[in-house]
């Protein structure tokens, strides 16, 4: 290797390297601050800045609570407005300075007169709603509260809250407006402060002057008396006079609640309590004003070019001590601007400019190995050898780091081999094939399939017509060529001979995300399908041939006189009943061990609602009360199978009146525990011993009374298939208890907004 052209070359290659990389890092840093590609990484460090620099609660801002409290007490939500109006008197009395009612008066009703009057005894300031986007087609919509109320308030505000990327509340837009119109936050128009904007020149919905709230502390931070407290006349008036009210909801349940900074990962801020930590702000002169684009890029291009002309003046070591210099110096500047001066400059993007140029301008700095890397793999795509020659000459580092490189590559081609014999031991036909339908690749059980069906497997085949002889049985994408075919798919089809078959495929990528070719795989299920048709024809067998000769012995049995005796007829009648409660009960099993889930949200309240209404009859006949706690106080929604849920729940409330004394309670609680919902049906009857609770699950496994023994295997399958956990705890003459513990859904309950 010629090494003395490249020693010649260092000082102009380093220089013309430097440019390079001062290009590139420039590029890199514009692209990072116009683009908001840090953005996350900012709202981090702004939201330990936040963390470490609260403040104290302010004591001229009360918030009035709708609260969970307030709701058992006065009733459901919406209450009507003659309660608001009461609310609003109370608060005339003490004199507050501004009142901010964040709850919606868009609908009218014949109260409203009573409200209006209400809200004009003091500055009282109602929300507005923005729908974005709105009906018909339209870029939005206003809803402004109902009649006298829009002429009573002192002001109409808006109330719109903006998630981040990462959905947690950080910003707020002090203006907003369309149409001609302009609406102050509710914060900033108690705060006294007037629009800025020009509405009338602007078109579409537009929003003006952000600003970063700068909360204060947790939920809770902001002094908090309760709706109800208030109504019946036991808030101090000295507590209220001369303050600012802000009036909302923070009852669980009722959809105000939003993530932000200071709300920790579970929990969340009330959106009442998020405008009063804004007026907080804006009562101070605290708001934070986000910098714009183009004081962030300066900076960022200030420290990286700090960092850049100290590579061409300063030693190795000097310049690692002047990249933790300017990294510490960026981050005290920033948070000083936070601190004192009110505005969040954003200083992700020059310390991750200063992370990418310091280690690229390292990285030229061992050019010598990385263009002898490059001539060996240079000459490893030239060589025609089985394996490559060891290079002689060079320094001892050089030629260890080439060995490893070799054997990289040997590795290489024996993973290489190794997906090659993988692919053709596949017990299933796999096809690969490139954009246009030619066959690339197969495998033995795929050649198999093609001699099958009488169609040729050489390389270059067209697979479109082999995937034509298959014709599909329901849903689902069987061939890539088809028109509007997904990147990939998956059905169940059928070929003329009768054969069953599963046909997956998905797109092939290279190693730069190109889609290149489809890779198809094909399984013959035809077993699968006639095991299938055996088990329907069992359960045909199950759930009429064998119910249809019982319903015939218990027809005769409740016919005429018969002759037979009654006792003996009783037995009978007995053991058909039997026999007709294990075929159901066995059907119910095997169905709920194959049958597919019709996954949705379910209510876990109706479910258990459902079940005791069912056993009603049943429970009655021996004085026997069935109650379900919980039901009432909040939805319970998971996602599952409402039948199967439903069945369970009648097994497990059925076996407890079965095995309770007459006049005896069953109760059936629901609740919440962490993430999951928790179901219990306890009874006081006769308890199990540890030998009965040890096979408690297992078909046929029978208790102290009568019964078939299939009932909670049915149970212990359907929370099994659910995913979920079932506990039982009994002892002899303590009764029993089930424990049901199923995952919460991600579907929100539906609340009533007035």
């Given amino acids: 290797m010629a090494e003395t052209p490249s020693r010649t070359s260092t000082a102009p290659r380093l220089y013309a390297e430097w440019v390079a990389v001062a290009l590139v890092a420039t590029l890199l840093v514009t692209g990072l601050v116009l683009g908001r590609l840090t953005e996350r990484l900012d709202h981090i460090v702004y939201d330990r800045a936040l963390i470490a620099s609260g403040r104290p609660p302010p004591d001229d801002i009360v918030i009035v609570a709708i609260d969970n409290r307030s709701l058992q007490a006065i009733g459901r939500w919406p209450w009507p407005r003659r309660v608001h109006a009461r609310a609003l008197d109370r ?81 707020a837009y002090l203006e907003e407006g369309g149409g001609g119109r302009s609406w102050m936050q509710l914060a900033a128009l108690m705060a006294g402060m007037q629009p800025l904007g020009a509405p009338g020149s602007r078109t579409g919905l537009w929003q003006e002057r952000p600003v970063m709230i700068p909360y204060g502390g947790a939920a809770g931070h902001i002094r908090t008396i309760s709706f109800v407290d208030l109504l019946e006349g036991r808030v101090p008036p000295e507590l209220l006079a001369g303050r600012y009210i802000l009036i909302g909801a923070t009852a669980d349940g009722m959809g105000d609640g939003y993530p932000t900074p200071t709300s920790g990962e579970t929990s969340v801020m009330a959106g009442v309590e998020i405008q009063a930590q804004l007026l907080d702000a804006l009562l101070r002169g605290a708001a934070i004003v986000p910098a714009s684009d183009r004081w962030q ?24 001590n002047l990249a933790v210099g300017v990294s510490l110096a960026t981050l005290l500047l ?8 009110h505005i969040w400059l954003p200083p992700s993007a020059a310390l991750i400019g200063l992370l990418f140029v ?120 069987l061939s890539p060529f088809a028109a509007g075919a997904p990147m990939q798919g998956a059905g169940e089809a059928v070929t003329e001979d009768g054969g069953n078959y599963e046909l997956r495929y998905v797109a092939q990528r290279d190693a730069a995300n190109t889609h290149v070719g489809w890779i198809i795989r094909i399984v013959d299920i035809s077993p699968l399908k006639q095991a299938e048709r055996h088990r329907e024809e069992a359960l045909q067998l199950l759930s009429h041939d064998m119910r249809a000769p019982q319903s015939a012995i218990l027809a005769l049995l409740h016919g005429p006189e018969t002759g037979i005796p009654k006792p003996i007829a009783g037995r009978i009648e007995g053991l058909a009943n039997r026999t007709l409660d294990l075929a159901e009960d066995f059907v119910q099993l095997a169905r709920a061990e194959a049958k597919p889930l019709a996954i949705e949200p379910v209510d876990l309240n109706d479910v258990a609602i459902d079940a005791a209404d069912t056993l009603w009859p049943t429970a009655r006949a021996r004085n026997i009360r069935v109650e379900v ?40 609680g629901l609740s919440d525990s962490d993430d999951h919902v928790r179901i219990t049906v306890a009874d006081q009857g006769a308890g199990m011993t540890e030998e009965q609770l040890a096979g408690l699950f297992a078909r046929f496994q029978q208790g102290p009374r009568e019964g078939i023994g299939l009932g909670l295997a049915f149970v212990r399958t359907v929370i099994a298939r659910h995913h979920g956990m079932i506990d039982c705890a009994s002892a002899p003459g303590r009764g029993t208890t089930f424990t049901i513990s199923l995952h919460k859904s991600d579907a929100e309950p539906y609340t009533e907004v007035e």
């Avoid at 200030?302 to 310049?319: D, E, K, N, V, Y």
């Avoid at 240079?378 to 490893?404: I, K, M, N």
């Avoid at 039901?631 to 998971?638: G, K, S, T």
């Fill in 358 to 477: 310091y280690p690229l301008w390292g990285w030229r700095r061992l050019q010598a190995i990385s263009t002898y890397m490059t001539d060996e793999l240079r000459h490893l795509q030239a060589e025609a050898d089985a394996f490559p020659r060891l290079t002689r000459g060079g320094s001892r580092e050089v030629t260890q780091q080439a060995t490893l490189l070799r054997l990289a590559i040997d590795r290489l081609r024996d993973l290489r081999r190794f997906l090659s014999d993988a692919i053709g031991r596949l017990p299933d036909a796999l096809f690969v094939t490139g954009l246009n339908g030619e066959l690339a690749l197969t495998n033995a059980e795929g050649r198999r399939l093609a001699r099958r069906l009488g169609q040729p497997v050489e390389p270059g085949t067209d697979m479109r017509a082999l995937l034509g002889l298959f014709r599909s049985t329901g849903e689902g994408h």
């Fill in 334 to 341: 920033v948070f000083c601007l936070f601190r004192f001066g």
């Fill in 297 to 320: 890029l300066a900076l960022a291009m200030a420290t990286l070019w700090i960092m850049l002309i100290g590579f061409l003046r300063l030693s190795p070591q000097r310049t690692a």
């Fill in 91 to 171: 608060l005339a009395e003490a004199r507050p300075k501004a009142i901010g009612y964040d709850v919606l008066f868009v609908e009218p009703t014949d109260e409203d007169p009573l409200l209006a009057a209400s809200v004009m005894k003091s500055p009282t300031f109602l929300p507005m709603v923005i729908d974005v986007p709105g009906p018909n087609g339209a870029a939005y919509a206003t809803a402004l509260p109902s009649g006298l109320l829009k002429e009573a308030a002192a002001g109409i505000a808006q109330v719109s809250l903006h998630f981040d990327g990462d959905r947690i509340i950080r910003k």
């Fill in 629 to 668: 706690d919980g039901a009432y106080e909040a939805a319970h929604l998971v996602d599952g199978d409402r039948q199967l849920l439903t069945r369970t729940l009648i097994n497990l409330i059925g076996n407890a009146i079965k095995y309770s004394d007459d006049g005896m309670i069953v109760r059936c």
